[in-house]
Nanobody, 124 residues
């Protein structure tokens, strides 16, 4: 049973930074793709970034490229999302997700496993 547990959310001021973590367990994730999505109130779930567990290839949502960085620590079975120069429109619940095969997808229904989400609020 794959489990994904996010942490690191909270309140940050405009221009600040935050790092989210997603601890993965229950499986060997060698072939997996890990993704971060976000969902603001009244909006659809939106792809943020994805990474291959093996090789560390990454793919970003174009509007977020340059401000957000996804990475993974295989020894800790943890995926991170570093968010810099944050804006009020980044306010959302951020979700970690996993899919067992390549390629990285920006479509939420391609992901089989989800964490419970962590709230990120950016104050203006």
């Amino acid at each position: 049973q794959v489990q994904l547990v996010e942490s690191g959310g909270g309140l940050v001021q405009t221009g600040g930074s935050l790092r989210l973590a997603c601890a993965a367990s229950g499986r060997t994730f060698t072939s997996y793709v890990m993704g971060w999505f976000r969902q603001a109130p009244g909006k659809e779930r939106e792809f943020v970034a994805g990474i291959t567990w093996t090789g560390g290839a990454t793919y970003y949502s174009d509007p977020l490229k340059g401000r957000y960085t996804i990475s993974r620590d295989s020894a800790k079975n943890t995926v991170y999302l570093q968010m810099n120069t944050m804006k009020p429109e980044d306010t959302a619940v951020y979700y970690c997700a996993a899919k067992p095969t390549l390629p990285i997808s920006d479509y939420y229904s391609d992901y089989n496993y989800w964490g419970q989400g962590t709230q990120v609020t950016v104050s203006s």
